[in-house]
């Protein structure tokens, strides 16, 4: 059974460009595409609020669930 994480890109990135530059992308080392592609990404998206957690969107595991609850607990 395999993992499905949804991720975000920012707003000013054009997938259609991406697309053009794929050779360009094949070309650059390992290291390169990890930053390429980090840049890409929407930071605002690498967490989820602790009020959406129970989302079913956001597919949070209910150990992740426990964890949190378990953390923000008074």
Do not use: P
């Not at 080392?29 to 959406?52: A, P, V």
């Amino acid at each position: 059974m395999g993992i499905t994480i949804k991720i975000y890109l920012q707003h000013k990135v054009n997938a259609k460009t991406i697309d053009e530059y794929a050779k360009d992308f094949d070309e650059l080392s390992l290291e390169d595409q990890k930053r390429f592609l980090y840049e890409c990404l929407d930071k605002n998206h690498l967490y989820i609020n602790y009020s959406e957690i129970d989302d079913e969107e956001y597919g949070v595991s209910d150990e992740d669930k426990k964890l949190n609850k378990e953390f923000y607990e008074y």
